[in-house]
């Protein structure tokens, strides 16, 4: 009998309300908040989605989500995507959670002809070709598969927490535990693994676990609550560890859960350096994101600093002093300014002789002239919002910060 060709299909869940991220959600879905420039962050997704061939992808967003649509059918859709996209907005009137999100598409997804189907989170930056987790899921003869990465045992309350046997096959599931229930699962480095949120099913898996969850009145229909604790134990649930993944070009994995306000400034900083932890410029395994339409920076005086930066198109620096930044597009930044480890989303302007340290500043705000920001915890955190790490989140509306209708 031949062997059956493999179809892989990608569920993309990109519906979350983004809370964490306030206010970089206020206007926008938490996958289409701008990242490093001309990047969204579901561009990641996306982009390891093609790379790694995958033959139909299916986005299902719920809030914000028109702004989302239009992002993708502007810049994906159209040209770029080979495989099957499907735009979906599911309906928050069913059942909730993750699971629940899918469920509500299930007659869609029936017309599907992959064998296997990926369910992504839409809200983390990583690259992973996906076709060795398919090679991993055949071998193990497994119904599903779960990604996992080690991190630090103080991390994982954050995260679905995993054990696994010498065979890979799970064995135990604690979704965002309490420290003591996972001690020992630490290993001698005080590492222990955590699901990245990706998932591969078999087609008849994925769908059966989602039919008898929707029978389950007190479920909140969601995998790592519900769909995986269950399936466990009937059905051969495999782990696929990504510390042994490395992309072509790239010198270490890497994969960061973009979810709060210091996550999503982390990711930022571990762009930087001389060798960076993740590098947006490789040929062997592109990120694809806008298409720039605007030319390279400007530099006005020679006595801009730029130093261990990313500088988006578009931007204009006068006499401007930028340290260990990343600056997004179409960004005017004047004379006598300083930024040391800032991110500046896109269509900004920062006043003359404005300093500002470990900043997140939102799109469209221009900041008035001589202000200080990051300096000065008390008056960070009346006027702005400023968390225990110490990062300050700037938008407009706040203190010496309007909003900014048109840069040029």
């Known amino acids: 009998m031949p062997k059956q060709h493999q179809r892989m299909g990608c569920i993309i869940l990109a519906g979350g309300k983004g809370n964490r991220l306030r206010p970089l959600t206020s206007h926008c879905a938490k996958p289409a908040i701008p990242f490093a420039g001309h990047y969204r962050v579901i561009d990641f997704v996306l982009s390891n989605c093609i790379n790694s061939e995958c033959d139909e992808i299916w986005v299902l967003g719920q809030y914000q989500v028109d702004g989302l649509h239009h992002y993708l059918h502007q810049q994906w859709s159209k040209h770029r995507c080979p495989a099957d996209m499907h735009l979906v907005k599911t309906r928050d009137t069913q059942l909730p959670g993750t699971a629940g999100a899918i469920y509500q598409e299930l007659q869609q997804l029936e017309h599907s002809l992959a064998t296997h189907l990926l369910v992504l989170s839409a809200d983390h930056i990583y690259k992973m070709d996906f076709r060795p987790l398919l090679e991993f899921h055949l071998a193990q003869d497994a119904g599903m598969t779960i990604a996992a990465m080690p991190v630090p045992l103080a991390l994982a309350p954050h995260f679905g927490v995993l054990a696994m046997d010498d065979n890979h096959h799970l064995t135990a599931f604690y979704e965002k535990p309490a420290l003591h229930q996972i001690c020992h699962l630490a290993d001698a480095n005080g590492m222990v693994l955590v699901s990245m949120g990706n998932y591969l099913f078999n087609r008849s898996c994925l769908f059966n676990a989602l039919l008898d969850d929707a029978e389950h009145p007190l479920s909140s229909h969601d ?162 919002q400023r968390l225990p790490s110490g990062l300050v989140i700037v938008s407009s509306s706040q203190l010496g910060i309007s909003t900014l209708h048109d840069l040029h």
Request: proline letters at 4%; one cysteine or more; aromatic letters at 8%.
């Open 223 to 384: 995998f790592g609550n519900d769909i995986i604790p269950s399936l466990f134990r009937h059905e051969t649930v495999c782990v696929y560890d990504f510390s042994n993944h490395l992309i072509p070009g790239e010198t270490k994995p890497y994969w960061r859960d973009v979810g709060t306000q210091d996550a999503f400034f982390q990711a930022h900083m571990d762009l930087l350096g001389a060798n960076p932890a993740v590098r947006l410029h490789n040929e062997h395994w592109p990120v694809f994101g806008k298409e720039p339409v605007a030319p390279s920076y400007f530099a006005g005086s020679e006595k801009s600093s730029i130093q261990d930066s990313l500088i988006g198109a578009g931007c204009e620096l006068s006499a401007a002093s930028i340290r260990h930044s990343v600056i997004g597009s179409h960004c005017r930044i004047h004379q006598g300014a300083e930024l040391e480890d800032c991110v500046l989303l896109g269509q900004i302007e920062v006043g003359a002789n404005s300093k500002l340290r470990k900043v997140i500043v939102t799109e469209n705000c221009r900041i008035a002239e001589h202000s200080s920001i990051g300096f000065n915890a008390r008056l960070d955190s009346q006027r702005y």
